[in-house]
Structures are given as structure tokens and as C-alpha cells.
């Protein structure tokens, strides 16, 4: 291979001093997409792009879309006998939303029917407590500024909407399906130049109204990057309020009693303030409150009070924490026919080191009765019972050879049975994952999944996938690039990285803010561990991680460019000093630090990848990935980082620079997913020597 004639980019003599240190940045210029120079480097980006070697792209396009080919069901809510779900289909590039009765069931809402270009998501959905009518969100060309509607779910009729700026907002009924609290933005004359993204509240709103009419409930004068949870009880009586700055691991929390305060203006009690810990609240139809917390509890566990005295000096541990599982969720399962309650019980979901089990356990005390069978070691959502009780649950399941399924468990049987699958029957190649443990730099164990072809030996072409940030976990689940990969002869490796959730709050906390190095030490080390144990080479070893991934990677390339010989890197966070400028960043500082604060500064300059980005230096093959539509990381991270990478770039690989239009951080069509894995795929094999 030969250098490739990178598009000229000019390098401007930019630079700030920041608590004394100048820090250079001369691809500013590329922050904003409508300047003249902008548009015409990316259009040159564009053209090297297509005129790239992707070896077996066909082949690989192939067979993730057949995979992907299983379509899709999701966990049903349950509205007496209503049930709402969604399905995929083999054919359909979108889920459709169902309700079903019984033995019959219709679509509610088809994305392809309200859009026909296949760029509307369909974002969310809740239906009234009666299951009457329903709150949808929308959104178009991957932007995620949702936007409500309510239909009658009897007709189909939209009866309300759009009411814009409701991006991520929940929706929290009364009884009677007349009126709901939700969240939205400030319309943007409300707020400074800039901060539209921002400054959310809480409004009780009543359908059929205008929104000029919406009550404003809570929020005003609080932190502007500030997200609302707020929910309703069943019995239409408690009402409760989260508050947490950005993405912080903490919340407040506040109840109102709504048979004793009117529903437009609540007297909140505070439940927690200023502590930090995250909580949340269930109203149980025994009348109970019972506290979901990782209070003094990183791994979680779930106490119970009176709705009267929610503060933690009231909370009685019923599940207490657990030395190695980590707590994810609980159902209540109290059948309204039984008349002894002793026949009453507390489903729990737990994750040990990121694969699922479910417990059973006796409402009065807690004590451990029992455990649901699970259909492999994989990974469980949601358990979600009838609101209104009864002795079934149902979850999802999947691990990296099973597509999603949904089932279901009879406490009377002590059974669980299939609900559904997805539609599509695919032949899912033969794989085999093994979980290894590995040490990282400092000592500390850390869990890897590796999934390879039955009976594979040898060094083998490797991609090794991470994320290691927000506490998310990366747990076993099906991927149709992953199996694509594994089955053309390639081993696919998931680190669980410090900075996620599978080992619970302190897991996270340890690979944030100034820890946040532990997130790469892992990540070097699990690439290392692979190369010992035989698994690959350095000449055949890719990285690949997308959003705080994509960060991971290009940490990962500038820190350790001998040990991998390509990276992907999908809509990335790269420079750390001026991410909270653009996008969402604002609302990730309580994750990884501001520039503004001298210590913190300190965090991001050691590690920021646009910054340590060094001349006569031979980076891995990299491939950037964005989307222009992209609302939460803007794709100038990618630009201006691809720009330095080709100007820097001694060696004779590839730095190429993805582009994709109405298309965003999130959910897209099916068949954009297709390309856009099989273009990964594709470069990943020809620089790591899969032969496809």
C-alpha cells in the first residue's frame, strides 16, 4: 500500500491557555459544518471514502442483513386484557407498534406508514392506565427531537399532538387517561443562545388543551442541564419526581400525595436531596413503598416503607445487597384472587459479572424461595408484571448466538414458557463464548467475553469491542455483525471495562472522571491478554466502539497505536477540552470532568485523543463513522480528528472519514444498519488479514 492523497486541510495557529497550559487546536475551523472550507473538505472525505478497498463487503452486507432477518418482539405493557408490543418483521426496516386482545391484535402505529422514506423512529410509548389511549413519540432523520402525540387506541385517532421539544420525556398518567405530567424544553426565546438543548421541566398537561395551558410543576431555577423521571400510581394517588444533573450516578427525590394536594399544584415532600445515590420508588398495590437504591449498596438492593414516610431513615431492607450480583430490577407479583398472602411474591433480576439470573423471594421478609429457569446464560430485561397484579411476568432474552425473545413465568407452576419470538427464521452460525478473566494494570480483575467459532485455533483476525462509561453494561446479547464476523473465521472479544455497570456503582465510578484511565488500562490490558493467551497479533487485532466507545478508541489508537492494527470509531467524543460546547457535552461533565475546573482540566488533557494525536507516529487503519443528524456528539469530533490523523500519519494506513446524512446517534432504518455494519466489517477484514 501507498499513502493515500489526503484532502489538504489547513492547520491554523490556534492556541488557548488553559490554567496555564496552552493547549493548540488547529482544525478549529472544521467545528463548524457550514463554513465553505468545511463543506468542501468533507466532500473530498466523501470521495476517498468511496474509493476505498473494502474487501468482502458484499458478502458481509449479505449476511447481516439475512441475520438481522429475525426481526424483532418486544416485552409487552399490560393494560387489563390490552396488551402493547412491538414486532419487526424480516422485511420491515422499523418495529411496529401492536395492541393485541386475546387471540386478536392490530397495528397501532407503523413508522413506514407515517414516513415512508424509513427516516422516522418511532422513540417512545405509554399507554394510559386503562389502556384507552396512548402517548407516542417521534422523531425524524435520527435528530431524537421527539415530538407527542396521543391516539384512542379503540380508533386510532390522534386526539393530541405534536407537542415538540419533549426529547426524552416521560409520560406519567392520571386516571381517566384526561390529563398526564411529562417533560419538556423551554421553547428557545425562553433561553440563552446556545443552551436550547437544555433547561427541561416538569408540566401537568390536559388533552385537548393547548400547551400555552400546560401547569408548570417543577424545575424552575434549578441546574439547567437537569433530566426528570416522574411516574404516577397506579391508584392515581402518589406522584413521584427524580431530579439528576446530566447523566450524574445521583438523584433527588420528591413524593406528593395527590388525594391531599391538587394534581396542578403538589406539595412535594423530599424523599432524598443532596445525597449521592441513585433511587427510585414503586407504590405496591399492598401499599408499601418500595425504594430501589444503591444507597450504601453499589451493587443495589430494594428496601420497603410507608408512601407516609419515604425518607431512608423509614427504608427497611427487604433485599439486601448482594457481596458479588448486582441488583437491575424486581417485580411484584400479588395475585388479587389469592387470599393468603403468604402466596405473594418478589421476582429479582440480578446480573453476576453481566450474565442474568432471576430470584424468588417471600414479600413479607425477602427470603430467598426459589429461582425462575432462565432459557441460557445470557442476559434478561425488564421482569413486567400486570399493573394491576396477578401471578405472571415476562421478560426478554438473549445471548450472542439467540435473538431477543420474549417469556413468560407462571408463579402457580413455577414454569417458563416461551411468549414469542421474532417472526424471521435465520440459521444463526455455530459460536462459542467463553467469559476469561484478565488482569489490568494496576491489578484489578476484569471480564471479557470471547466469542469464536467452535474448534478455532491459532492467531486469528480480532475485533475487541468496549465501552467502559455511564454504568452501562455490556452484557451477552445477539449482534448480527458480531456473528458475521465470528462465522467468516474472525473472534469477536466484549471487555467490561471499568466505568460500566457490571459490577455495579462502584465498577462505574472507578473509571470516571479521575479515574477515567482505568477505562483505557483495561482495555489495553484485555488486547494484551488476547495476544498472550494466542488468541491474535497486534498485525491482526481492531478496535471498535462507538459514542464513549468511540472515545475508548481513540484513546486506545493514540495511546497504544503499536498494539492494534485498526480501529473503527463510530460517532466519538475525541476532543476532551471543548466537547461541552457542542451537542449533549454539557450534561457529561458530572462523567468525565470540565475544562473549566483546574483539576478537572488536568483529567481531560492526559487523555484527550485530538490532543495527543503526534507526528511521525504509525496509527492503526482507522475508520471514522458519523451521522450528520447526529443531536448528542456532533461529528466534528470525528472531522477534526481525522484531519490531524492524516496530517500526522507516518505509515501507509488508511485514515478515512465515514460520512452519513439523516441519520443520528440512535435508532435508524434497517437497511442503513446493514451498510453501514458491512462498511466496518469489510475495512476491518482487509487490515487485519481476514480472508473474506
Known sequence: MTRLPYPPARRDDIVDDL???????????????????TKEWLDAQDVLMRAAALPGRERFRDRVAELLRSGSVGTPAWRGERRFFTRRTPDQEHPVLYVGEGDAERVLLDPMALDPTGLTTLDSYQPDKEGSRLAYQISVGGDEESRLFVIDVATGEVVEGPIDRCRYSPVAWLPGGEAFYYVRRLAPTEVPAGEEQ???????????????????????????????????????????ISASRGTAPRNDLWVADLSASPVDTPELVTVQQDVDAQTGLHFGRDGRLYVFTDLDAPRGRVCVTSPETPTREHWRDLIPEDAEAVLTSFAILDDSAEVDAADHVLLVGWTRHAISEVTIHAMDNGERIGEVPLPGLGSVGALIERPEGGHEVWFSYTDNITPTTVHRFDSKTGETTLW??????????EAHTEQVVYRSKDGTEVRMLVVSRQGDSGPRPTILYGYGGFGISMNPGFSASALAWVEAGGVYAVAQLRGGGEEGEQWHRDGMLAHKQNVFDDFHAAAEHLVTAGVTTPDRLAVSGGSNGGLLVGAALTQRPDLYAAAVCSAPLLDMIRYERFGLGATWNVEYGSAEIAEEFGWLWGYSPYHHVREGVTYPATMFTVFASDTRVHPLHAWKMAAALQHAQSGDRPILLRNEAEVGHGARAVSRSVDLMADQLAFIAGHTGLDV
Open 198 to 240: 437544555f433547561h427541561r421541566r416538569v408540566y401537568l398537561h390536559r388533552v385537548g388543551t393547548s400547551t400555552d395551558d400546560d401547569v408548570m410543576i417543577f424545575g424552575q431555577g434549578l441546574e439547567k442541564t437537569n433530566y426528570y423521571g416522574v411516574s404516577v400510581s397506579r391508584d392515581g394517588r402518589w406522584l413521584s
Open 19 to 37: 490554567h496555564g497550559t496552552p493547549v493548540p487546536d488547529p482544525y478549529r475551523w472544521l467545528e463548524d459544518p457550514d463554513d465553505p472550507a
Open 420 to 429: 414469542e419470538a421474532p417472526p424471521g427464521a435465520v440459521e444463526v452460525p
